[in-house]
């Protein structure tokens, strides 16, 4: 399997992990092989949509048998980097921050929190889930002592931008953003933001018609 080449177009990428979720779903069901079309059908989309994404790395099925779930999962995976565990801190412990804290979906699918930290005085040193909130002095050293890649951003969106600030200041490449701001970084830190507000506005396009 070739390594993904930088010219797959981003929105493949985000489309992949809903591939894995789909097949894994499938593959819970009992089954063991899938057409494009079955996929399709899970995902809304069409089945020449699905063979496009999937040839941008390389050839999973023959045509008229389908593809192999199991076969397909792993090279999904493997094309994902979902191979090993990954590594994340969190910024921010209040309600939104310990509820991601003690989220129980993460650690499955290999992404562990490892640490968390606060501004605040009141929240440095308190606990949540298994681990003791740090001070923000302290996340240069624990991003680079602990191995993390990941920063995980729950705080108000006044203070965001600087949290990802010190985050890519201290190596952090991939950012998860819950904070309803579009934050700047440097080119090569990869930033998802997650906004529900911003999904319920695009739902009431298909909805607004409705009524």
Not at 79 to 94: N, Q, S, Y
Request: contains cysteine; aromatic residues 8%; neutral net charge.
């Amino acid at each position: 399997m070739n390594v993904m080449q930088p010219e797959v177009p981003e929105v493949v990428v985000l489309r992949l992990p809903l591939y894995v979720r789909a097949l894994t779903q499938l593959e819970r069901e009992g089954m063991n092989v899938v057409s494009s079309q079955q996929l399709g059908e899970r995902l809304q989309m069409t089945p020449a949509q699905i063979r496009k994404d999937l040839s941008y790395f390389g050839r999973f099925g023959k045509q008229g048998r389908g593809y192999s779930i199991q076969f397909l999962l792993e090279e999904l995976r493997e094309i994902l980097g979902l191979t090993g565990e990954w590594r994340a801190c969190l910024v921010g412990v209040g309600r939104l921050g310990r509820a991601i804290i003690n989220y129980t979906g993460f650690a499955p699918e290999g992404f562990t929190i490892v640490a968390a930290f606060d501004s605040s005085e009141n929240q440095v040193g308190t606990a949540v889930g298994d681990l003791a909130v740090r001070p923000m002095s302290h996340l240069p050293y624990v991003v680079n002592e602990v191995g993390v890649s990941i920063g995980i951003v729950a705080v108000p969106a006044a203070q965001a931008q600087t949290v990802i600030d010190r985050l890519v200041e201290s190596g952090i490449k991939g950012i998860l953003n819950y904070a309803p701001v579009a934050p700047y970084v440097p080119r090569g830190v990869v930033v998802r933001n997650i906004d529900p507000v911003l999904s319920l506005q695009s739902m009431t396009f298909y909805l607004k018609n409705e009524r």
